[in-house]
């Protein structure tokens, strides 16, 4: 479940909401009662990391390009 962030245009009192995707927006603000509670739009809470499809999908090859080597080295 996403964390809504809501701010009052009245009183301005902050506060984060654990919501349902499907629940209704919050309206009525908890300080002041007043029914002027907006959602805030905020960073993202979530990082894409690991081995997922944006490192997977998209190469040209299914190798890794070899790092390059001294030919000089390697013939002796």
């Known amino acids: 479940m996403p964390i809504y962030e809501y701010q009052c245009g009245a ?3 902050q506060m984060d909401k654990l919501q349902n995707i499907s629940d209704a927006p919050l309206t009525d603000c ?3 009662e007043k029914p002027e509670l907006k ?3 905020s ?3 979530f990082r894409l990391k690991g081995a997922g499809w944006y490192e997977t999908d998209f190469k040209s090859s299914g ?3 070899k790092p ?3 030919s000089k080295a390697s013939a002796e």
Do not use: M
């Open 11 to 13: 009183c301005s009192h």
């Open 63 to 65: 190798k890794s390009p």
């Open 43 to 45: 960073a993202s809470g």
């Open 30 to 32: 908890p300080e002041c």
């Open 68 to 70: 390059a080597s001294d």
């Open 39 to 41: 959602k805030v739009i």
